[in-house]
């Protein structure tokens, strides 16, 4: 264990608590939706849990399958630098069933239309893809 810049005790990889970056991930979006979405005083507001509907259903099979769309999900994501985003997508994608190579091909399509400044959100979604692969995430 090492501590990071705050002295809190961090993994191997630096992760506070010495969770992997994808169990961070899970547990604080799990965590967090639970909150945001649950019916206890102070969760989210009606406006605020349609639109976390909206969001799921926009990703469902229609004219195009849900590989395609969580596809084009994380090209989006990686053009707006969203790294929580990305991270979701790539997870999706995976459990999905997306090689490496479409992924990689998702990659350069993002490269190209959002520029340089991709890169440093390249660098975190190929450790978060060779995590997932590393933790045997699979997909359909």
Not at 13 to 29: K, P, V
Not at 82 to 100: E, L, M, N, P, R
Not at 104 to 126: M, T, Y
Request: net charge neutral.
């Amino acid at each position: 264990m090492i501590a990071d810049r705050r002295g809190e005790a961090t993994g191997a990889r630096g992760y506070a608590g010495g969770m992997s970056r994808y169990e961070q991930f899970q547990d604080f979006r799990t965590r967090l939706n639970e909150r945001i979405l649950g019916n206890q005083p102070g969760s989210g507001t009606q406006v605020t849990k349609r639109f976390f509907s909206l969001d799921g259903q926009a990703y469902r099979a229609g004219a195009l399958n849900e590989k395609t769309k969580e596809l084009l999900g994380l090209c989006a994501s990686m053009v707006l630098r969203c790294d929580d985003c990305v991270s979701y997508h790539i997870d999706q994608c995976i459990k999905q069933g997306c090689s490496d190579e479409e992924l990689w091909e998702c990659f350069d399509v993002a490269l190209i239309v959002g520029g340089s400044i991709v890169i440093p959100h390249l660098r975190r979604a190929v450790e978060f893809v060779d995590e997932c692969r590393k933790r045997g995430v699979q997909g359909a």
